[in-house]
């Protein structure tokens, strides 16, 4: 069965401070992996797509990358404002639903 | 702003009851999709829609069921609506169904009492 595990849970960091974030995920054959980003009340916000293994992707503090297990979300010096659940979505080859995990809740402290 | 409009924002209403969930995609967009998230369960996808035909199924009970109009909105039809059923709805579309970066709109809180 396809399934998405992301790991920490909740995340509390001083501004500034340099953290990753997993995604683990186990497919049939993985066709894409997603992240988003979730402010409350609001709907997930996409950020990248990566598709192979060793495929890096780019946005101010934030880094994704993939291997063939697990993608991490690097952030780089973070502010108060990244504060939000980052949620990890996989698309699997001969299946167009996507699977999310149940996100890391990211705290950071001025 | 993701481009993406649901309405309601909130609805209240009974055990037993039946809704109706509207989602207007993006301009251009013609995937719709369904997620239903609870705290316990996070975001479970429900159901898509390639412009006007079902793509794909997940987690959807028989008691909930969805279309898309050929202006390419969607309904999402809640029935015999119970407890466990209180959640946040969410729609999302995409200009494909393949490798397509999802836009959400921000959810239709529903609460049943």
């Known amino acids: 069965e396809d399934q998405v595990t992301q790991s920490p849970e909740a995340l509390r960091l001083q501004e500034g401070e340099s953290s990753s974030l997993n995604c683990s995920y186990t497919?049939?054959?993985?066709?894409?992996l997603f992240w988003y980003r979730q402010d409350p009340g609001k709907g997930p916000e996409f950020l990248f797509t990566?598709?192979?293994a060793g495929e890096e992707k780019e946005k101010e503090r934030l880094k994704a990358t993939l291997t063939k297990k697990e993608s991490f979300l690097h952030i780089t010096a973070p502010k108060p404002e990244d504060s939000a659940t980052y949620l990890c979505?996989?698309?699997?080859?001969?299946?167009?639903?996507?699977?999310f995990g149940k996100g890391t809740r990211l705290h950071i402290l001025p | 702003d993701s481009g993406v409009t649901q309405t309601p924002k909130h609805l209240i209403t009974a055990t037993g009851q039946r809704v109706t969930l509207r989602c207007s995609p993006r301009?251009?967009?013609?995937?719709v999709y369904w997620y239903q998230q609870s705290l316990d369960q996070g975001l479970q996808f429900l159901i898509q829609?390639?412009?006007?035909?079902?793509?794909a199924k997940g987690n959807i009970l028989e008691r909930f069921s969805a279309q898309q109009f050929p202006d390419l909105h969607s309904e999402l039809n809640l029935s015999s609506l119970e407890l466990g059923d209180s959640a946040l709805y969410f729609c999302?579309?995409?200009?494909?169904?393949?490798?397509?970066?999802?836009?959400f709109g921000d959810g239709t809180r529903l609460s049943i009492l």
């Open positions: 999302a579309s995409s200009v494909g169904y393949r490798d397509q970066p999802q836009h």
């Open positions: 497919v049939s054959g993985l066709r894409g």
């Open positions: 990566l598709y192979s």
């Open positions: 979505a996989v698309q699997a080859y001969g299946d167009d639903k996507i699977i």
């Open positions: 301009s251009g967009d013609l995937s």
């Open positions: 829609y390639y412009n006007g035909e079902e793509r």
